[in-house]
């Protein structure tokens, strides 16, 4: 698919699989390669692997395998073209005038980008109200009496929105048209009038980015008592709520550093944790996590610190939160503040108070979820066996949510001493529980069912890979078809073509032409531990065909004399059979 000299080519040459696939996939140095938890399937142990040698990549469970454009085409589910732009954007490689698209799709792009246009706009306009007007400066005064300053201001593109309902309208529609205003959600139409206005006003305004930094929404605070508090963009062509993180744009780096990420409730706590020096912070902007963004966050890291407000809504977003979060096998802990004086303390209210140090101290303290929902459990009423066996059923699910047997058992066990819990029935719940793991998924991957012999596997690394003399390999295996009639023939066949043509080969191309069973063999061979090849071995192992190649045909030759009658035919096949034992003895 990328010809020589194209873009597509271009890219590949200069792309990294491993840094590409690191954005969707935790990857471990494993020798020379990398390994990690298959997207694209179920699975505990990583049997998914990366080469950054060859730049492919293989799942030895559910056989997906190919190069960094086949990988970006099956996560991202798009085709071809788009796979290579978002590789080349991704490496940071220019990319040459747009492709011709159908007119749906380019009409889709050009919404979006005009969109995003608006939202740039909007920020920049928000931005200059904050600073240049007398209704700002009552803004900057809020803000500062929440210790946010000018230059946190700035850090994180806090601006205002004014109270006189249609500035932004005014502006915005100079350029766009009515149908995009309100689709961009910064627009509102009344209605009963019809008449358009400001959907954000007199309020504080936060921009929200994708993780790719691009700002598709805004979170808005009111500035005095209207209601409501918080008012977020609606869901556009360019934002949907549960798959945006905030600050996951800025937080990408220190996530893969630290490998676990805090997870707040709104801009206002990520803003206060990332003041305190603690980039590692995400917030959900929601009561409770959404599925899509804990894949979003997975690409990143798989354990979360949890650290939501301390009120009964923040309790069950807590617990809703860390459900999910088991189910995608996260580990997780729990942040509970204690109270700052007599106010419970969400992560901005004490950092103000306590300070950045107290609140990292805390941090790393911070329980596994198991003690922090014992905890809640505890202060159920546990002095009567009803009041009991509802504390246990409150457990219970999130430990048939562990993975780990083993674990799941030290917490029953953990749970039932906590609890106090000797009734017979409460502890047969626990056991019961710590032994099955409902909700577990389970995906058989298929084995791979065709085998290929060492020489096999030999001859067809080095078709794939010996630069030096696959050409000449690939030439004497097409003269003496030595590899026909062997289970491994197909891919023999395309190697060879493809060493024949006068192009560079490309294993993955060659591999995205075989039947399933062929391809993973194919992966599987390119996968090995194998020494450095040489010209003689070459000439061995094409030899070691030859010969298995002249036991089959002796063979065949075997049992046609035994069906055949006396006759002109017969003789042929003997002399055949004697040509053949001739030229086995000569080795
Ligand atoms: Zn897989």
Redesign the pocket.
Known sequence: MAEAGSFADRVKQQADIVRVVGEYVRLKKTGKDFSGL?P??Q?KTP??TVSPVKQIFY?F????GGDVFNFVMEVEKSPFPEAVRTVAEKCGIAIPRPRERSPEERQETQQRAALLEMHREAQSFFAKQMFGTAEGKVARAYLEDREIDNKTIERFGIGYAPSDGDALLRLLKQKYPEKLLTESGLISRGEDSGRFFDRFRRRITFPIANDSGKIVAFGCRALGDEQPKYLNSPETPIYSKSNVLYHLDRAKEALRRSDFAILVEGYMDAIAVARAGISNVVASCGTSLAEPQIKLLSRFTKRVIINYDPDTAGQAATERSVALLLEQDFEVRVLALPPVGDKKADPDLFIRERGAEEYTRLLKEAPPYVDYLIGRARKMDLTTGEGKRRAVNFLLPYVQKIPNAILRSEWATRIAQQLRLDEPVLRAALTKAAKERRSEVKVQ?ELVGRSAKPVERRLIRMLAEADQFRREIAQLLQSEKAYQGLETEHIFSALIAANLADTPVQATEVAAHLEEQDRRVLFEVLFEEAAEPSWEEAQSCVEALRQRQAERELADVQRSIEASGPGPELRVLLERKQGLMRRLAAR
């Not at 469970?61 to 997906?64: I, M, S």
């Open positions: 298959c694209f399937h699975e049997s998914f799942c469970g559910c056989g997906k991957p």
